[in-house]
């Protein structure tokens, strides 16, 4: 070989292994569209940045801020042309750095990318649900004022619905673009979860933060997979391919699939961000597999382990620990299927009890709210306007439970319960500083069942700190209750002192007919929200007739509120409407209606009380005495009457008429009034039985520790425990329940010396 021919060797190889210069003209350096001008990366974690290159050429990278060095990178696009580069991680701060990344003569340059803490905002149509729609959410935009909020906006299908989509994920989520607090219009784009979520991490964290938008309404579950999570897991699998869901990349190659179908979403919007750090997940879907859709197995538990896998591969965590926050589904009646949002719960409890990194967040709560503002493609049933209160639930439980600021953010949720005195003793665990309720002094949201598995409207109060007494007076052997199990249980209000509600629960799923007690039967507001099936709104649930006027009264039986009625010396009647589809009372089992009724006149008072079906409340119940027997057509409530509770039996009307019209059904009736002078009437606390209530007992109102019922805890009441434990007193059933503090079913020494510390503020709770 000549010397020349040796040169021109030497040349051609030393040319084969340069790097290839990106000839700017041809376009083909590219990065995806989310790395963008005003970015957040994650703070404290590699920053890896990447895109499409020609095969060999080399990228670089260089990463500035104001009066500091560059720190740089480099990489080289591979036989595909794709490359990667890693810089090195940042602390989270409030100066902005400038990102150029070069390939030969183009340039990409990334001006104010801050560092902070990045969540991804997941799931359905309440996520979705921008800021623009919510209650206060255009006051918001134009008041947050705030540079370091960043939010990576994203059309909401990329590919739009009607499109077909890929069964392998895409490289980009094309359209995408980064917005700010303080402007705006980037405010109105964004979800208005995702929004008040990470208000709460700007205040408590005091680092820019960052949210990812990628929720798109109407979307199962299964959509937000990978098909390794599916084609992995025998039973999710199965479940959709039995149900026609299933899809084989195949039919993805071949068939046009909307947005829907399993993977697609994931393909679309979550697989092309792998490789960004993020801190964790706001998951809020739920309603396209509400009931154990696609069946019945318990196929969302099991879909959502999937996902929490999936996302955390995706994002870095391939031990499964990336932090998923799940907001529980909105409450709602749903028509007649009252149990389908418990039982959806459930299957996330058992989720969040196999993964510590799961947790979810009740807001069965937080009031329904669809008229402010009226605009919006969502401003319709099932999306609430009110998300300033789930939103920040979110990110109190990210700040507290994830970033370890402070206490701990939890429900409380049951752990026991044992029965005493005709009643059951619940116990709760995660009480924080205790138990306490949303609003009222009364504890609403319970039921209780004897043998037979028929749940009844409890009543219930807090006794201790992490304890609640739950019993109806018409069963003296309960065995079985439920918290809030129902799909709408906006009147439930036990939570802990950090204002968190207590997680919906059912003792048995062995339940027969189910009434749970509604927020009209507490009398404690006179518009309550009704569903008609084709309209819902807080209406009104009470309202006067005849020569009779009504309003609430402070001076109340249990709860916040009585019903005032005004009377004029004639007949004057309140009618409560519930021809709701998750409402009428089934009389085969709860044929019992009782009230409590005072008279704070000084006249006598007659009271009727008409029944019927759907608005035609012609028919007179018959009251009946306290061994259920019917007794006549009226009663009378005596002058100056305190609270007294009057029973009726539905199933008996008074004249032979009969059962109540609309065969097994009541969901109409009316509370009417007669004096001989002009006057009021208060009216409280409605509950339906299977069997006539027994008389309230002194057990019943008897509060832990208060020995003597005089209303205070202190040494008087120690003496008396005491007394009893050495002989020298026989203790009433109310003073043995009061007494026994440690729940040992006796009262001692113990018991005595546990009060004396409670009531010389030694201790602030009972120690059970």
């Known amino acids: 070989m000549t010397k020349r021919m040796l040169s021109l060797l030497l040349t051609l190889l030393l040319a084969l292994a340069a790097p290839v210069v990106c000839p700017a ?13 005003h970015m957040l990366f994650q703070q404290n974690e590699p920053v890896q940045v990447w895109g499409k290159a020609p095969a060999g050429a080399k990228v670089t990278a260089e990463l500035t801020k104001q009066g500091g060095a560059a720190q740089s990178a480099e990489a080289t696009a591979g036989d595909d042309g794709n490359w990667s580069l890693t810089l090195p991680a940042q602390a989270g701060g409030y100066t902005a750095y400038t990102l150029t990344v070069r390939c030969g003569s183009q340039t990409v340059t990334l001006q104010d990318v801050v ?82 979520a990470a208000m709460e991490l700007r205040q408590a964290l ?30 999710l699998k199965n479940t959709l391919t039995a149900a026609g869901l299933y899809r084989s990349l195949a039919q993805f190659n071949s068939d046009v699939q909307n947005f829907q179908q399993m993977t697609a979403l994931y393909n679309t919007k979550i697989a092309p961000l792998s490789g960004l750090a993020i801190k964790g997940v706001f998951w809020c879907q739920g309603e396209s597999n509400r009931d154990g859709r696609p069946n019945d197995d318990g196929f969302y538990g099991r879909a959502l382990e999937a996902l929490s896998q999936t996302f955390s591969e995706t994002f870095g965590h391939p031990k499964g620990d990336l932090p998923l926050l799940v907001l529980h589904i909105a409450a709602h009646p749903y028509g007649s299927d009252n149990l389908s949002v418990p039982k959806w719960i459930e299957e996330v409890a058992a989720c969040e009890a196999l993964l510590d990194n799961v947790q979810s967040v009740p807001l069965y709560d937080v009031e329904l ?65 205790g ?68 997680m919906p629960y059912r003792s048995s799923s062995e339940l027969t007919d189910y009434f749970a007690t509604n927020d009209w039967m507490h009398c ?30 402070t001076d109340c039986y249990e709860g916040t509120g009585a019903l005032s009625l005004a009377h004029t010396g004639v007949t004057a009647a309140a009618e409560a409407r519930f021809q709701f589809s998750q409402l009428p009372l089934k009389l085969s089992r709860y044929p019992y209606l009782s009230l409590m009724l005072k008279n704070p006149d000084a006249q006598p008072k007659t009271i009727r009380l008409l029944v019927g079906v759907d608005g035609k409340a012609t028919l007179t119940a018959a009251p009946v005495d306290e061994t259920g027997k019917p007794v006549g057509e009226t009663v009378t409530l005596p002058a100056n009457a305190p609270y007294t509770r009057f029973t009726f039996l539905v199933t008996e009307l008074a004249g032979g008429a009969g059962a109540a019209p609309g065969a097994d059904v009541l969901n109409t009736l009316r509370v009417q009034v007669e004096g001989a002078a002009p006057g009021t009437l208060l009216i409280d ?24 019922g005089n209303g205070a805890i202190n040494a008087a009441d120690a003496l008396l425990v005491l007394r009893a434990a050495v002989g020298k007193l ?3 059933d109310a003073q043995r329940f009061a007494g026994d503090v440690d729940l040992n079913d006796a009262i001692n020494a113990a018991d005595a010396l546990a009060i004396l510390r409670y009531a010389v503020h030694r201790v602030t709770a009972f120690p059970v």
């Open 730 to 732: 026989t203790p009433s």
């Open 206 to 235: 005091n680092v820019p933060v960052g949210v990812i938008s990628a929720a798109v309404g109407s979307t199962p579950i299964q959509t937000w997979l990978s098909r390794e999570s599916i084609d992995g897991n025998r039973t």
């Open 685 to 708: 606390d409605l509950t339906v039985g299977a069997q006539p209530p027994r008389a309230i007992l002194a057990v019943d109102e008897a509060e832990w520790g208060d020995v003597d």
């Open 25 to 37: 003209a041809e376009g083909d350096f590219s990065m995806p569209s989310f790395f963008g001008n």
């Open 369 to 433: 709210d669809y008229t402010d503002p009226p605009e919006g493609s969502l401003a319709f049933l099932l999306h609430p306007h009110n998300k300033a209160v789930p939103g920040s639930r979110l990110g109190l439980a990210a700040v507290h439970n994830v970033y370890g600021v402070g206490s701990p953010y939890l429900s409380p949720v049951v752990k026991s319960a044992r029965q005493e005195e005709g009643a059951l003793l619940v116990r709760f665990d995660d009480v924080g500083a």
């Open 524 to 553: 404690d507001e006179t518009e309550v929200w009704v569903d008609t099936g084709a309209v819902g709104a807080y209406q009104t649930a009470w309202q006067a007739a005849g020569e009779g006027s009504l309003t609430l009264s």
């Open 115 to 196: 560092f902070g803490e990045l969540w991804l905002a997941a799931g359905q149509s309440n996520m979705e649900f921008v800021l623009d729609w919510a209650a206060g959410g255009k006051e918001a935009e134009q008041n947050t004022n705030d540079p370091y909020l960043r939010m990576l906006l994203m059309p909401i299908d990329p590919l739009g619905t009607a499109s077909a989509h890929p069964g392998r994920p895409n490289d980009d989520v094309t359209g995408c673009r980064w917005g700010k607090g303080d402007v705006p219009v980037d405010l109105s784009a964004v979800s208005a979860l995702a929004y008040y």
């Open 435 to 502: 138990l306490s309720t949303l609003k009222g002094n009364a504890v609403h949201g319970f039921t209780i069942a004897g043998e037979d598995g028929v749940q009844l409207p409890a009543k219930a109060k807090i006794i201790s700190k992490n304890t609640v007494k739950v019993w109806n007076n018409s069963l003296d052997e309960p065995v079985s209750f439920t918290y809030a199990f129902q799909s709408y249980s906006n009147g439930a209000n036990l939570c802990s002192r950090d204002g968190l509600p207590a």
